[in-house]
């Protein structure tokens, strides 16, 4: 298994350019999440998903829209990029509820 | 709403000595708990995870943490460490809240270890 897969590693982008992260898991997990890390602040929750077709908000979610059409597949979209939004990007996933989370290798974004 | 503490930012020890990273919680309803470790440059790995019964809970690593109730805290502790367990350390929350899992984490431990 390739657990969880997050694209690109990196990607810098100009104030006001769209891009999707890319995340997807191979564990047939239903629960998926997106998390920022900022020096400081820990991991904050933007959106999750607990299931194909569910999704709800997080902590922090404005600026960022997801959509899940397949179990395997929870990408996150930012409209336009805003220099608040450099950050660290890291996917998660798992089963049921209350059980341990399993992380992407995260992708680092850089907004100009 | 639930919120974690990491009373220590930064925590620099000497190569084989004990450490003890402090992390406190509030909740009005059970809670489940963990440590994850974030090594530089990679994504979060679980460390360890309380759920219920024994209230010492033992991790990979050499890592033990205790949950303590009346306290609301659930320290991580390793009594001899090793230059590889340089690394952020970050404890966590979960409650259930309509059939979601929701993560609240700590804002993170930096552990360096000096020889």
């Known amino acids: 298994n390739a657990g969880v897969t997050q694209t690109p590693k990196f990607q810098v982008l100009k104030t006001g350019q769209s891009m999707t992260l890319q995340c997807a898991q191979d564990?047939?997990?239903?629960?998926m999440s997106w998390y920022r890390q900022d020096p400081g602040m820990g991991l904050r929750l933007i959106h999750y998903s607990v299931g194909a077709g569910i999704t709800d908000q997080g902590e922090v979610p404005n600026g960022y829209n997801v959509s899940r059409s397949t179990t395997e597949d929870f990408p996150l979209r930012l409209l336009s990029a805003a220099p608040s939004q450099t950050s660290v990007y890291f996917c998660a996933s798992t089963r049921g509820t209350n059980n341990e989370q399993f992380f992407g290798p995260g992708t680092r974004l850089t907004v100009l | 709403a639930q919120s974690v503490t990491q009373l220590d930012s930064q925590v620099p020890v000497f190569e084989e000595a004990p450490v003890e990273l402090r992390c406190n919680y509030s909740s009005s309803v059970s809670v489940y708990l963990f440590w994850y470790v974030q090594y530089p440059n990679q994504g979060l790995q679980l460390l360890l995870k309380y759920l219920s019964g024994s209230t010492l809970v033992k991790g990979i690593n050499g890592f033990e943490a205790e949950f303590n109730k009346s306290q609301t805290s659930f320290h991580l502790r390793k009594p001899s460490v090793h230059i590889s367990d340089t690394a952020e350390y970050f404890c966590a929350v979960s409650q259930t809240i309509q059939g979601a899992q929701k993560l609240v984490f700590g804002q993170g431990t930096r552990l360096t270890i000096n020889p």
């Open positions: 564990m047939n997990h239903e629960y």
